[in-house]
Nanobody, 125 residues
Framework: VQLQASGGGLVQSGGSLRLSCSVS????????MGWFRQPPGKEREFVAA????????DYADSLQGRFTISRDNAKNTVYLQMNSLKPEDTAVYYC???????????????????WGQGTQVTVSS
């Protein structure tokens, strides 16, 4: 199973980016998916998660409605739309996939077994 995150880059404060996470080696239809991030010098933290059929989504409280997670099961891809970006959003962003279909939606890092390589997002002030 491989996860390939893309779409990161350098953006000014207030700008937008859309991250993509393409999964190969497993059909994601029956699996929840998550996005996490690791700011410089800090631990990895939860950003957003989505249930198998997009019926449920969950976001870190600090995001205040600026980010949207979505998925296209036909493309085996999960997205993270990030709007009104702030310098504090600067981090490496990771997508994640659990090994078990019983994980419905989770903020826990240890609920996920497969991780992408990360994509750097840098927001300048």
């Amino acid at each position: 199973v491989q996860l390939q995150a893309s779409g990161g880059g350098l953006v000014q404060s207030g700008g937008s980016l859309r991250l993509s996470c393409s999964v190969s080696g497993r059909t994601i239809t029956n699996y929840a998916m998550g996005w996490f991030r690791q700011p410089p010098g800090k631990e990895r933290e939860f950003v957003a998660a989505i249930s198998r059929r997009s019926g449920l989504t969950d976001y870190a409280d600090s995001l205040q409605g600026r980010f949207t997670i979505s998925r296209d099961n036909a493309k085996n891809t999960v997205y993270l739309q990030m709007n009104s970006l702030k310098p504090e959003d600067t981090a490496v962003y990771y997508c994640a996939l659990p090994r078990l279909t019983t994980v419905t939606i989770s903020r826990r890092i240890d609920a996920y077994d497969y991780w992408g390589q990360g994509t750097q997002v840098t927001v300048s002030s």
